[in-house]
């Protein structure tokens, strides 16, 4: 089969395109040609430093981007050159992220080649617009095509069942949407404990660990509350805090403010091939969705959590708490200092619990979403079309 993916993120594992490019590398080694259409550079990534053509067998393909710091500006370039590229080649499937303007030449084409297009949800975007505070025009623009271009697709995938609601309520046939969760690759999270971590950054005997981006001041806000109290009863407890973003200043403050600099640690921003290694020191995952806007993502954090052997604490929002209860895999809390306090106490203080819980929620990732397996689910998507 010969697949072409479009994504509006330039090339990397990290959250942004790990979906799409893991989903590739799976099907390249099942004998199938993938290449993926992607910028050279985006708003979150700035330029690139270097160019790649293939990456584990998936070939990349970049269109002509003039190199313009209003990184905006340098879309209908790219928007043409993609339909140029995009007219003389022939695929078995079209496989879209994102269902935004710099990913239109697919469904420009799709009258004059009639090719089978899967759009891919990982999230609605103009809620994570909304949220970085971008123009209200970028915002109802990538609304407007949330809405409207999925209609003109074959089918459907989302990273989330509560995003599958979303657009089965907007009137979407139910059967033309598939839930794909987010997944791991759950061999390289098979890693020993890197103990020289711990002395690097000054980290106590028990570690509670949040990766991911800080670009709102929510996502770390309800852990640093919860540690105030945590660190009352306990002088063996650190935070490490994984990731970068707008908003490490204020949670730095925050911490200072708080007189937590000895027990929360801001590592800063890891690449992806070191997260298995950091996580493998950790003994608690935490993992929130305090704003309505961010309860339709894919959760990818908490999968590497359970892939590396820890329970996890998640707030009651979007699909996290499934994960959790049906997995076995950790505490779903409600996200205020006592509640979250006393749900990081029962696993820190309870070897045993805990030690169970982590168990449980690898051998769970390793059934249900490894890479392997939910490709699986994507070619029967692939072949019914």
Known sequence: MKICMYSPFSFSMESSTHRLVSLAEELVKRGNEVSIVLPSFDRHSGFEKQKLDCFHGVRLVQPYQPKIRKVELSMMPYIFSSFVKEFGETYDVVHILKPLPINCAPYLMKPLKNTPIVQDMDDLEHNVLIMEKHPSSSVKLAEYCERVLPRLADHITTCSSSLKKIYVNMGFDEERITWLPNGVKTSEFNVSSQSSLKVKFGLKDKVVVYLGWMNNRFQVYPLIRAMELVTKQRSDVSCMIIGDGSA??????????????????FVGYVPYADVPEYLSICDIGFACCPQPLTSTGGALKVFMYMASGMPVIVDEAGDLPYYIDYGNAGIVSRLDPVSLSKSLLELVGNGELRRK???HAKEYVRQNFDW??????????????
């Open 357 to 359: 819980k982590g168990a």
């Open 372 to 385: 392997e397996i939910l490709t699986d689910k994507l070619v029967s998507v692939y072949e019914s079309l």
């Open 248 to 265: 490490r200043p204020f949670f730095e403050q925050l911490s200072k403010n708080l007189h937590l600099s000895d027990y929360i640690k």
